[in-house]
């Protein structure tokens, strides 16, 4: 089993960025899609971006398509969100997901086994 740790949230302006990470022990992300969520109160969790877990293929909601990258580095086994441009509309909780080797959409929060705590990022406008 996978254990997950994000970092990197916090209060930002409109327009700016964060990066957030997200750290994996117990196994190595090579072997998992890693998804990235977020929830609003009030709100279902929603998806964000994921990398497949050969890491060729990245995914992105339509939201964030242009704005967000999502990358990972096995060495270090990380998977990052690059969030630029941010508005006031991102704000959420933000959380990291894996899920055992291919999966069939990877849009959807069933489809991923481990969960991190999430971090908090808050957009002012």
């Known amino acids: 089993q996978v254990q997950l740790v994000e970092s990197g949230g916090g209060l930002v302006q409109a327009g700016g960025s964060l990066r957030l990470s997200c750290a994996a022990s117990?196994?190595?992300?090579?072997?998992?899609?890693m998804g990235w969520f977020r929830q609003s109160p009030g709100k279902e969790r929603e998806f964000v971006a994921a990398i497949s877990w050969t890491g060729a293929r990245t995914y992105y909601a339509d939201s964030v398509k242009g704005r967000f990258t999502i990358s990972r580095d096995t060495a270090k086994n990380t998977v990052y969100l690059q969030m630029n441009s941010l508005k006031p509309e991102d704000t959420a909780e933000y959380y990291c997901?894996?899920?055992?080797?291919?999966?069939?959409?990877?849009?959807?929060?069933?489809?991923?086994?481990?969960w991190g705590q999430g971090t908090q990022v808050t957009v002012s406008s």
């Open positions: 117990g196994r190595s992300i090579s072997n998992y899609a």
């Open positions: 997901a894996s899920g055992s080797g291919y999966l069939v959409n990877y849009r959807t929060t069933g489809n991923y086994d481990n």
